[in-house]
């Protein structure tokens, strides 16, 4: 027998389990048998598209509570562990972002709903268990199996364990029941019934306990909505995406005909920490004819929708579909796109239906749905129709259909002008004739709005027009013809001096309390871009 130190986040992390930061204790049991269900599924994958010899006849979920000895068991016969995955998977966080993950944590003492968002998973148990045995043996494998133990401080045992089935089982010693005032027991046949309800009903293998199936099983984006309640859907989400705040919309979808395919979307109510990060999760579950197939598909979802979360269930798919073959598939292809066009055209009608929501979605999510204007030009319009900006017109940011509205007797053009903050750009000498002449600016501050605006030549037939750029034809004369007079003299000083930096120096009406300011020309890169490119360098 070994005893191993748990990595150092790992035990921070247990540290805040044991103290139980968290008032629902209840969700440990939804932790593992989420877990035991991905084992179950793993194993079943495993059997199916790497040939692995398993028997998967029965592949099941089972719970055991023993109120005397105060243990309560989870048992599944699904893909198991080696003893070197034990190490590596109960041992420490291989998660990236660890170390936001707990500074997010000690947070949560105050906004505990924020442990959800990072699934701390199989350590849960640690709030109501003041000792975990795990034991485990991996399909595939023979002889022997692994047990682990810990009493959750910084350290637990690992050994090898003789007899051992295919599959994990975790016994949890549960705290003794008078260090809390809880009106319930962990063993309390009602108990467990009620969570598995709550919490884990849609899961797809069954959850027995004795001869009883505590489950329904039934995959809810196979039912209708009317016969779902929000409950449902959101403890499902919840499965799925890892996020304990309700989702902001839910949305079904089910095609018949030559592809059949049923999908559950789900708009989180808040951005993930990490949805400008690289290597985040991102892409929907896939399943084939309600078999799980893979996690995070790319290629259902294109990255600017990244933070949509569900699962696509196509029935037509071979179950060996590998990553590979999806990037190409037609069908993926095709899903793709009325995935893209329905989650777009739900954002369209909330903005009518539910203003307040569509707001909290634009703020969450829409410098990610801005992205989409660089890489779907066929999205442009859909695209460009749920998106709001803010500008000059007041403190509340505003559509491009509002501001056409807006638009004042003879202007022909979209004005907008970007920049690092809205205090900036609201103080830039480029500015200061458009205010005094009464035309609304749309103010673009997000790094994207800078590339963007290049992608869009117009909107409703009137182009977008940077009024940082070129001659802006405010008063109908042009600014070039403005005539010199007077200060042919100051002009040519300021070009003889200024030489090589700039290439012309002209009067402009555009300024009313600035001396000067600095133009490109129309078709040259934003001042914004061009710091953009310099600071990385090119
Ligand atoms: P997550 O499920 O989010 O990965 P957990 O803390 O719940 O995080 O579990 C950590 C890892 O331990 C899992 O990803 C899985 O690889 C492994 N694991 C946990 N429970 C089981 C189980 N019952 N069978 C097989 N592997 C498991
Ligand atoms: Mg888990």
Redesign the pocket.
């Known amino acids: 027998m070994e005893t191993l130190e748990f990595q150092a986040e790992a035990r921070q992390l247990l540290q805040l389990m044991v103290h139980s930061i968290y008032s629902n204790k209840d969700i440990f049991l939804r ?1 593992l048998i ?3 269900s ?2 179950l599924d793993k194993l079943r994958l495993a059997k199916l598209q790497d040939g692995l010899e398993a028997d998967t006849s029965d592949l099941h979920i089972e719970i055991e509570a023993d109120t005397e000895a105060r243990t309560l068991t989870v048992r ?1 016969n ?4 080696t003893r070197d ?1 034990v190490v590596e ?2 041992g420490t966080i291989a998660k990236s972002g660890t170390a936001e993950l707990l500074t997010k944590l000690k947070e949560a003492k105050e906004s505990p709903e924020l442990i959800g968002q990072f ?5 849960s148990t640690f709030m109501v268990a003041d000792k975990v045995t795990l034991v ?1 043996r991996k399909a595939g494998t023979e002889g022997h199996g692994t047990r682990w133990e810990s009493e959750g401080a910084g350290t637990y045992t690992i050994d090898d364990a003789p007899d051992v089935p295919i ?2 089982t ?1 016994t949890l010693h549960l705290r003794p029941k008078d260090e809390d005032d809880a009106l319930y027991d962990y063993t309390d046949e009602w108990k467990i019934k009620e969570i598995v309800k709550r919490y884990s009903d849609f899961i797809s293998f069954p959850i027995r306990k004795g001869d009883e199936v505590l489950n329904s099983q039934k995959a809810l984006w196979a039912r209708p909505r009317s016969e779902v309640t929000d409950e449902e859907y959101h403890q499902f989400y919840r499965h799925i995406s ?1 996020d304990w705040t309700d989702p902001l919309e839910i949305i079904n979808m089910k095609a018949e005909g030559t592809f059949e395919y049923e999908a559950l979307l789900f708009i989180p109510s808040r951005a993930p920490h990490d949805l400008f990060q690289r290597d985040a999760r991102r892409g929907l579950q896939l399943f084939v004819k309600r078999v799980f197939i893979m996690d995070d598909s790319k290629e259902l979802i294109p990255d600017y929708l990244r933070f949509v979360k569900g699962v696509v269930d196509a029935a037509d798919l071979s179950l060996n579909i590998s990553r590979e073959i999806l990037q190409q598939d037609r069908h993926i292809q095709m899903i793709r796109r009325r995935l893209v066009k329905k989650v777009l055209s739900t954002i369209k009608d909330l903005m009518s239906s539910n203003p307040e929501k569509y707001a909290t979605f634009w703020r969450e999510f829409g410098r990610a749905v801005k992205e989409g204007l660089l890489s779907e030009p066929d999205n442009h319009k859909p695209i460009l129709e749920i998106a709001s900006f803010a500008t000059t017109h007041g403190s509340e940011p505003t559509t491009l259909a509002a501001y056409v509205e807006r638009m004042k007797e003879g202007q022909e053009e979209i004005y907008f002008l970007t920049g690092e903050s809205r205090s900036q750009v609201e103080n830039s000498p480029h500015m200061e004739a458009f205010q005094a002449e009464g035309y609304e600016v749309l103010i673009l501050t997000d790094p994207v709005d800078e590339i963007w605006v290049d992608a869009v030549p117009e909107w409703d037939g009137k182009k977008l027009r940077s009024i940082a750029r070129g001659a802006v034809d405010l008063k109908k004369d042009e600014e070039e013809k403005e005539p010199e007079g007077d200060f042919g003299p100051l002009l040519g000083f300021l070009k003889e001096k200024l030489d090589e930096r700039v290439k012309e120096v002209r009067l402009s009406h555009r300024l009313t309390t600035s001396a000067a300011c600095l133009v490109s020309d129309a078709d040259d890169i934003t001042p914004a871009l061009e710091k953009m490119y310099r600071a990385m360098g090119q």
């Open positions: 932790e989420s877990n035991a991905d084992a599944d699904g893909i198991g562990m995955e998977l109960i699934g701390v998973g199989f350590y485990t599959g994990t975790i890892h």
